[in-house]
C-alpha cells in the first residue's frame, strides 16, 4: 500500500546538535510538507515543496532546513538554531493543492 | 492568520450529533478538515469548497455560512471512533494554496 513513511519515531538529540528527520512517500505525489505540533496546539508549517529541487518556507521555518533532491524523500534537519526544538514533527503529502493531505506516523524529537 | 475553532471540547453519547465552527477573519475559499486520535497523525475528512461542493468522508458534511468566513463541520449519529481531535484548516491565501493553517483543534469524546 502507498504511504509516508517517516523515520525514527522517537528520537533523543542534546543541546547543540544538528538533527536530521527522514520523509519518504511512495504515493507518487507532487507537493510534500513539514508540520510541527506542539501540546494543545494546531499544526504550523516549517517548510513545503510543490516540486523536486524547489521548496518554500513556512510560518517557522528559522533553525530548520530542507532538501527535496528526489520526488520521494523530503528530509528535515533541526539545526542548534533552533532554540525550542523539542515537539511532534509531521511529514505530509498530496497530488496538488486541491487535494487532502496525507499524513506520516509523525516523529516525536526531544532535546536533552 | 490561525482560524478560530469552537468550541474547544464537546462530550457526546454514541447517536448523538454534533456541530464544530471554524471561523475566520477573512473569507475562506476552501477549508480542509482533518481528524487526530491520540498520538497518532492526522487523517484527512474532507474539503469544502466555495461553491459549497465537498470532497470526502461520507458520513460527514460541512458548510459555510452566508459571509464565508465561517465553516461548521456536520458530525451526524457520533459512533466511539469518531473520539478524537478534529481541525480545521483554510489554504492561507486562497483555494489551491501549498500553504494551510490549521486551527487549535476541537477535542470530541464520544462516550457509550
Known amino acids: 500500500d502507498g504511504g509516508i513513511t517517516q523515520s525514527p519515531k522517537y528520537l533523543f538529540r542534546k543541546e547543540g546538535q544538528n538533527v536530521t528527520l527522514s520523509c519518504e512517500q511512495n504515493l507518487n505525489h507532487d507537493a510534500m510538507y513539514w508540520y510541527r505540533q506542539d501540546p494543545g496546539q494546531g499544526l504550523r508549517l516549517i517548510y513545503y515543496s510543490q516540486i523536486v529541487n524547489d521548496f518554500q518556507k513556512g510560518d517557522i521555518a528559522e533553525g530548520y532546513s530542507v532538501s527535496r533532491e528526489k520526488k520521494e524523500s523530503f528530509p528535515l534537519t533541526v539545526t542548534s538554531a533552533q532554540k525550542n526544538p523539542t515537539a511532534f514533527y509531521l511529514c505530509?503529502?498530496?497530488?496538488?493543492?486541491?487535494?487532502?493531505?496525507?499524513f506520516g506516523s509523525g516523529t516525536r524529537l526531544t532535546v536533552v | 492568520q490561525q482560524p478560530v475553532q469552537s468550541p474547544q471540547a464537546v462530550i457526546l453519547r454514541e447517536g448523538e450529533d454534533a456541530v464544530i465552527n471554524c471561523s475566520s477573519s477573512k473569507a475562506l475559499y476552501s477549508v480542509h478538515w482533518y481528524r487526530q486520535k491520540h498520538g497518532e497523525a492526522p487523517v484527512f475528512l474532507m474539503i469544502l469548497l466555495k461553491g459549497g461542493e465537498q470532497k470526502g468522508h461520507e458520513k460527514i458534511s460541512a458548510s459555510f455560512n452566508e459571509k464565508k468566513q465561517q465553516s461548521s463541520l456536520y458530525l451526524t449519529a457520533s459512533q466511539l471512533s469518531y473520539s478524537g481531535t478534529y481541525f480545521c484548516?483554510?489554504?492561507?491565501?486562497?483555494?489551491?494554496?501549498?500553504?494551510?493553517?490549521f486551527g487549535k483543534g476541537t477535542k470530541l469524546s464520544v462516550i457509550p
Open positions: 484548516a483554510p489554504p492561507d491565501s486562497g483555494a489551491g494554496s501549498y500553504q494551510l493553517t
Open positions: 505530509a503529502s498530496s497530488i496538488d493543492g486541491w487535494s487532502g493531505y496525507t
